[in-house]
């Protein structure tokens, strides 16, 4: 899929995320740039320190570095190097998940600097962006990213907003599926499976079809139960949004009216919520760490989950280790064609503050960090969060280690498919209400027909809130780089 962005050089044609179409068209053609970056992809980390000394040269410079918490473990290691190397001295700065978002939209506030470089979850980017707290880096990018860099780079979507560049993605939360192989490989299983619904028990194409495997492994008397998928509050709707998408709709129309409470949309929610009932009871309650203690006894038929999950489940912890199977999240039919809509969620991207003094030195370290070769020591860490996100990640003995290759070649599919999250200032307020009218859905105290009428009357008002107009050139621009073979069969 070509990537296409106006004006800069950066912004002609970044990468493409199908592997498949990569092949048939030339890297060349893909990646040529009108003026020529000053670094080149080998040994880019060498190039960078030269740079960064040369800069520095003659003066004392402090970088700060703000990351979400449990990450510096993949930050640490990099900066580190990167100090030695430079004499650049480098503090860290830790916030929680939860706030470093709104720590970086307070420093732009009260216009007092406490770092230089930040880490904040890929969809709050919009929010930041327009509260003036990142600056962009499109002048930088033109002068030092080298012209292959995004070759390799899976997804690139969060980077950009409104066609320009604010900061380099550094970890690949894609969401997608675990499956207790054991039971998926049993021969009485598969026998009594295709018996009832007609076609082999493997791993599921489509949301139907996982539906149906759920219902089937859901034995509450024998300790067995369908799955584990997040039926709490706060994660309820990533799973929706992902079946929505693989019913074949966007979820706004080309004047930004949602599409959610659509008939699709309806359909969506109503199989979700059917399912909720094969699921082990603690479903609804039950947030990410306790999620994975418990499909980890291996007693459960599914899992949805990112690459923290298979750090959990391939660990010592796990009682299912080495009996997974994994897959893309399950996709849809359309026009009589499986439509597969992988979905990211989180992310981390390394940003450079607008208040910062040194911001061509701290695009500098940013580049440095997400450089083939430091980024791959940053993703080594197995207690961290980053998890891979360029292509050469995929091929490192320690990487495999930690999440095994079966998983890699699930997860690289689906970083590569990914569609986005919802890129638009005032994400959290989209989402709050949609998560909070799906939970009352899940309660009953909702119709999901109500759920989700109710959820496009108050994005309308969101929008009009913040300029319908100003909203419509982000989601067009975020429409676009949906990936090509996705687009195509959206509405």
Known sequence: MKYQFSNSRRKLLIKASSAAIASQISATSLFAKPNQAQFTLNNLDEQIIKQAKKLTEGKSVTLSILQPQGSLGNVKPVGDIFSKLTNISINYIESSLDEINAKILAQSLSNEISFDIALPATFGL????EAGSIRDLDEFVDSYEPTNFYHDMLYPTGDFYKNKFYGYQTDGDTYLMFYNKAWL???????????????PLAVPKTWEQLDQMTRFFHRPD?????GALFRNKDYIAWEWWTRFHAKGYYPFNNKLQPQINSDAGVEALTELLETTNYLYPQSKTNGLFENWEAFAEGNMFCNIGWGGTQKYLNGPKSKIKDNLAFGPAPGGIVNNELLHTPYFNWGWNYTV???????????????????????????KFADGYFDPFRSEHYSDSEIQETYSEPFLAAHKFSMENS???????G????????KENIDLANRSTLTPKLALDTTAKAWNQISARYGVKAQLEQWQFLKSKYPENIRKKLI
Do not use: H, R
């Open 126 to 129: 919009p929010d930041l962006i």
């Open 185 to 199: 490989e049993d021969k009485t299983e598969q026998n009594n499976f295709k018996k009832e619904y007609g076609y």
């Open 222 to 226: 024998e300790n067995m139960y369908g």
């Open 353 to 379: 503050s607008s208040l910062t003094k040194e911001p061509e030195i701290a695009y500098l370290f940013t580049l440095f960090a997400c450089s083939p070769k430091m980024s791959t020591e940053a993703v």
């Open 419 to 425: 569609i986005p999250d919802l890129y638009l200032t």
């Open 427 to 434: 994400q959290g307020e989209y989402w709050d209400i949609l």
